[in-house]
Nanobody
Framework: QVRLVESGGGLVQAGGSLRLSCAAS????????MAWYRQAPAKERELVAA???????NYTDSVKGRFTISKDWRLSTVALQMNSLKSEDTARYFC?????????WGQGTQVTVSS
C-alpha cells in the first residue's frame, strides 16, 4: 500500500530556504516517478517539480534555478530544496507518485513565505 508523508514546511522570510522531505512506503523509486505539487488558497494544484525513475528532473518555470528535487531510492525519500523563496511560493506542498496509472498523494506540508 502506497503511503506518502511530507515534512519540512514552515514559515520563512522571503529570500530564505526550506527543505521539504517526503517519506514513501509501498513505492519503488527505481521504476516510479515522484513529484512535488503545490496548491495555494483559491488556486488549482500545480506541478512544481518532478523526477523520473531514471533521475531526470523538470521544473515549472517559476521555480527553475531556485528549487531542486532529488531522491534517495535506498531510503525511499524524495526532497525538494527551495532557495530564494518568494511570497508567491506560499502554498501547501504535496508529494505525489503514480502507480498503475493511479495518483497517490500525501497530506501535504504548509509553506508560508513572509515578505
Amino acid at each position: 500500500q502506497v503511503r506518502l508523508v511530507e515534512s519540512g514546511g514552515g514559515l520563512v522570510q522571503a529570500g530564505g530556504s526550506l527543505r521539504l522531505s517526503c517519506a514513501a512506503s509501498g513505492v519503488n523509486m527505481k521504476i516510479q516517478p515522484m513529484a512535488w505539487y503545490r496548491q495555494a488558497p483559491a488556486k488549482e494544484r500545480e506541478l512544481v517539480a518532478a523526477i523520473t525513475s531514471g533521475g531526470s528532473a523538470n521544473y515549472t518555470d517559476s521555480v527553475k534555478g531556485r528549487f531542486t528535487i532529488s531522491k534517495d531510492w535506498r531510503l525511499s525519500t524524495v526532497a525538494l530544496q527551495m532557495n530564494s523563496l518568494k511570497s508567491e511560493d506560499t502554498a501547501r506542498y504535496f508529494c505525489n507518485t503514480k502507480q498503475k496509472e493511479k495518483d497517490y498523494w500525501g497530506q501535504g506540508t504548509q509553506v508560508t513565505v513572509s515578505s
